[in-house]
């Protein structure tokens, strides 16, 4: 009996173990959402994955590549110095930093401003609408994007702005999901990390990305998608 009772708490602690060490991995990863698991059995819709089509870039001189380059009609140039993550709306190629972290105009630290501060963005009626929420005294910073009619990636539209390199950077954070047979429409917004011009998807299915010392949680809701980045670097103090 009291066997039975050691091997039952052994078997208990054992699964809590395993589904830990399970949730903490799911913690660590990037996380993406599998829509293909999530539509299996409903109404036999078949879902698949759809990449847009690789597009050659029409850029003369690459030196004024708006991702990598220095162009007067793109901000990289000047935010490349700072150590930040922002969104990208791609078809204007309009950029929003999170300015995770309070910095003067050289990119250095200058630490706790005591204020906070909201700003609003707008492109156009059809365009992307951004909201900014930041507590940079905190490392906290959230940008809302709501996403307008002309929002869906329109590649000739940069084709002729950015080197191969960028362009085919751009193309790859737009792999979407969707029923099969039904065009692509990958909304026009990608995630840069001003230090490694790193991009990163920022679609329906996208949820979470740990990139350098900063978290990024991506919240879609019905008309927009809230994405909040947050200073967390790995913990290293012991007492
Ligand atoms: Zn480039
Ligand atoms: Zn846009």
């Given at each position: 009996m009291r066997r039975g009772k050691m091997v039952l708490t052994c078997l208990v602690i054992g699964v809590t173990g395993i589904l830990c060490g399970w949730y903490g991995r799911k913690l660590l990863d990037d996380q993406t959402i599998d829509f293909s698991l999530q539509k299996?059995?409903?109404?036999?819709v078949e879902w698949e994955s759809k990449k847009p089509e690789a597009a050659k870039s029409t850029?003369?001189?690459?030196?004024?590549?708006?991702l990598c380059g220095n162009d007067n009609r793109s901000m990289m140039g000047y935010l490349r110095k700072f150590d930040d993550l922002g969104i990208i709306c791609v078809n204007d190629w309009y950029v929003m930093d999170f300015q995770i972290r309070n910095r003067d105009e050289e990119g250095n630290l200058i630490g706790s401003q005591g204020h906070s501060s909201m700003t609003t963005v707008g492109n156009g009626k059809e365009a992307c609408f951004f909201q900014t929420n930041r507590n940079s005294d905190r490392g906290i910073s959230e940008i809302s994007v709501e996403p307008g009619k002309e929002s869906v990636l329109n590649v000739t539209r940069i084709k002729s702005h950015l080197c191969q390199n960028c362009l085919d950077k751009v193309l790859e954070t737009m792999e979407t999901y969707g029923a099969v047979g039904e065009p692509a429409k990958p909304v026009d917004l990608c995630l840069v990390d001003?230090?490694?011009l790193e991009l990163y998807p920022l679609q329906e299915q996208n949820r979470s990305y740990y990139i350098r010392d900063y978290y990024v949680r991506i919240e879609p809701k019905e008309q927009e998608v809230d994405v909040m980045a947050v200073y967390a670097p790995v913990q290293e103090n012991a007492e």
């Open positions: 299996e059995g409903s109404e036999n850029l003369k001189n690459v030196k004024k590549c708006w001003f230090k490694t």
